[in-house]
């Protein structure tokens, strides 16, 4: 989806898929239009079968997503009623984010704030620039933060440090939130695009099966011990052992080669 102003794009780049957010007046900031975009841009990646990973990022270099597009909050959020409507919208974005089978990697420089911050904690693995800024405003607002987007957190860095990120509404610079598990890796901002494309090729690279059934697995470890599909993990991880990638890997080892996996 997109326009002459903002928009969720794609841009494909052989078997990688890159999502970019795009609201340059606004340093990237999602508006009502972009949430809604993307259900569909990240369902119909994930029924690509060329697409073997996704990777989010901002458009240009200020920013990764400066939050939600606060010019809209008078008018979509303006009252508890309307702050329901547009948190359904929003919960369908992550949704669909947190839903995708395939990798999900966010690459962050600039700012990476509020809403921003929400969606980069739906991706698997964050890949940040030396300069990225992060930080979540809602108590400098006056917003009340959902319950999902809490719980991410929570799984992500811990309850102490997500109590600490509401509370004080402090902002992290790049050294934090490496030290704090937000981002995975900190490069510097000239090399963050190239060491992101050959960091997402690498995993491209690698068994499609093998990637999904272990997203899969991660994922059951947040639920409840109650709701895990176990067996659903299972079936996944017996499609490895059945595919035609497993027989290459075996064989492209005896040989001393890279395998060359078809994700099936």
Do not use: Q
Request: charged share 25%; net charge neutral.
């Amino acid at each position: 989806m997109s326009d002459g102003d903002f928009g969720v794009d794609v841009e494909r780049r052989g078997d990688v898929a890159w999502v970019v957010l795009r609201n340059p007046a606004r340093r990237n900031a999602v508006r009502l239009e972009m949430w809604e975009a993307i259900p569909d841009v990240v369902g119909g990646l994930a029924a690509d079968a060329g697409v073997r990973v996704v990777v989010l990022r901002g458009a240009g270099t200020e920013a990764f997503a400066s939050g939600a597009d606060i010019s809209e909050f008078a008018t979509r959020r303006a009252d508890p009623a309307s702050a329901r409507a547009y948190e359904r919208t929003t919960a369908r974005a992550f949704d669909a984010l947190l839903a995708c089978p395939k990798p999900l990697v966010a690459m962050l420089r600039g700012a990476c704030v509020g809403g921003g911050l929400a969606i980069a904690a739906c991706a698997d693995l964050r890949v940040a620039a030396d300069d990225v800024k992060l930080a979540l405003p809602p108590a400098r607002l006056g917003l009340g933060y959902h319950y999902a987007g809490v719980a991410r957190l929570v799984a992500l860095v811990g309850p102490s440090t997500t109590a600490e990120m509401l509370f004080t509404a402090r902002t992290y610079d790049a050294e934090e939130a490496l030290r704090l598990g937000l981002v995975n890796r900190v490069v510097p901002a000239a090399d963050l695009e190239a060491f992101t494309a050959a960091y997402v090729a690498d995993i491209a690279a690698n068994a499609p099966l093998t990637l999904r059934a272990g997203k899969r697995a991660i994922a059951e470890t947040l639920r409840d011990p109650a709701e895990r599909d176990l067996a659903g993990v299972a079936a996944l991880v017996d499609a490895c052992f059945a595919s035609a990638d497993y027989a290459e890997g075996v064989r492209a080892f005896c040989e001393k080669r890279r395998p060359v996996f078809r994700g099936a």
